[in-house]
């Protein structure tokens, strides 16, 4: 599989990765020996690019796949801190920085983090000296090899962009949040920071397989916060209304390249956007791997599919998100 370099730290990930906030919780239960196949066939894939989390099931997406990589070392893991506690700015201090990358430590079985993530924290943090200052001494103390950050919207993207030592910048893009091609990645690119691009699917309406009917399960995140009881709405659905997406899922779904399915052009979609380092779909059997994995294979979308996706976006889902992140 094809891999992409964050110039700033000089690695390379694949161009589709595997999100596995879906191994922890809050997508339903998944049982270890499934989410071991799921990283297997990751691998088998050539994906070598994994993100998770010190809260995806309290630590145990973490623990999976510290165990996990007992046996496959050289994968690329980033993790996520800072929901753990409340989310106030006072938080983000230097002693609480190592009391959790301690645990991922831990958790995953490594000594130093491969890349560490601020997970979506309070805007302020993002314009504090402070903060940044104690992830380089994360650096400099050897438990963090490098640091990003994982944002809800443009401008904190922006904010971190501009800070010299942020390798990577995770953000939701897909056809239904195109709002981050307009000045994020260009900033990124420029900057040699890397772009690891999340919610590739909008929560699975891109794969065009729901219907207004659809039910999730209680534990779901797709149930609980639909209208963003436990954390931002935009991470649910990209934020789009759920009847809206699923009739713009399913004109989505009429633009799928020949021989690929609606979540395989929509995963191309991503890639094909200069300034993305990696895409990272969730999975729940390998099956979803394999196929997602084989996006990366797909020929380029032609313009006049891209032109289709960008009117698409504009008549059905731009009133509803852009102007929020």
Not at 11 to 36: C, F, M, N, P, Y
Not at 201 to 221: Q, V
Not at 285 to 307: F, W
Request: one cysteine or more; glycine letters at 8%.
């Amino acid at each position: 599989m094809e891999e992409r370099r964050i110039d700033r730290i000089g690695r390379h990930a694949s161009v589709i990765g595997l999100g596995t906030w879906q191994l922890g919780a809050d997508w339903g239960q998944v049982e270890e020996k499934d989410a071991v196949a799921v990283l297997e066939a990751a691998v088998e894939s050539g994906v070598t690019f994994l993100d998770t989390a010190d809260v995806y099931g309290d630590g145990r997406s973490e623990q999976i796949i510290g165990r996990f990589l007992r046996d496959h070392p050289g994968l690329f893991v980033a993790t996520k801190m800072g929901r753990r506690a409340p989310l106030d700015p006072a938080e983000y201090t230097l002693e609480n920085f190592r009391a959790w990358t301690d645990r991922s430590r831990a958790n995953l079985g490594v000594d130093t983090l491969d890349l560490v993530q601020l997970h979506c924290p309070p805007t302020p943090v993002y314009s504090s000296d402070a903060v940044f200052d104690a992830l380089d001494t994360l650096v400099d103390e050897g438990r963090i090899a490098a640091y990003g950050v994982s944002v809800e919207t443009c401008d904190e993207a922006l904010t971190a962009i501009a800070r010299p030592g942020t390798a990577s910048v995770q953000i939701i893009l897909n056809a239904f949040r195109q709002k981050p091609l307009e000045r994020v990645l260009p900033a990124a690119a420029e900057a040699g920071v890397g772009i690891i691009a999340r919610v590739p699917l909008a929560s699975g309406l891109l794969s065009g397989r729901y219907r207004h009917d659809t039910e999730f399960g209680p534990a779901d995140h797709r149930t609980f916060n639909r209208h963003g009881e436990a954390f931002d709405v935009g991470e649910t659905f990209s934020g789009v209304d759920y009847d809206t997406g699923v009739e713009a899922a399913a004109e989505f779904s009429a633009l799928a390249a020949p021989g690929a399915t609606a979540a395989q052009t929509a995963l191309r979609w991503i890639t094909q956007q200069p300034g993305v380092t990696t895409v990272i779909p969730g999975a729940r059997n390998p099956e979803q791997v394999r196929a997602n994995a084989a996006a990366a294979d797909l020929a380029p979308l032609p313009e006049t599919t891209l032109d289709a996706v960008r009117d698409l976006y504009d008549r059905r889902i731009r009133p509803q998100v852009h102007h929020r992140w």
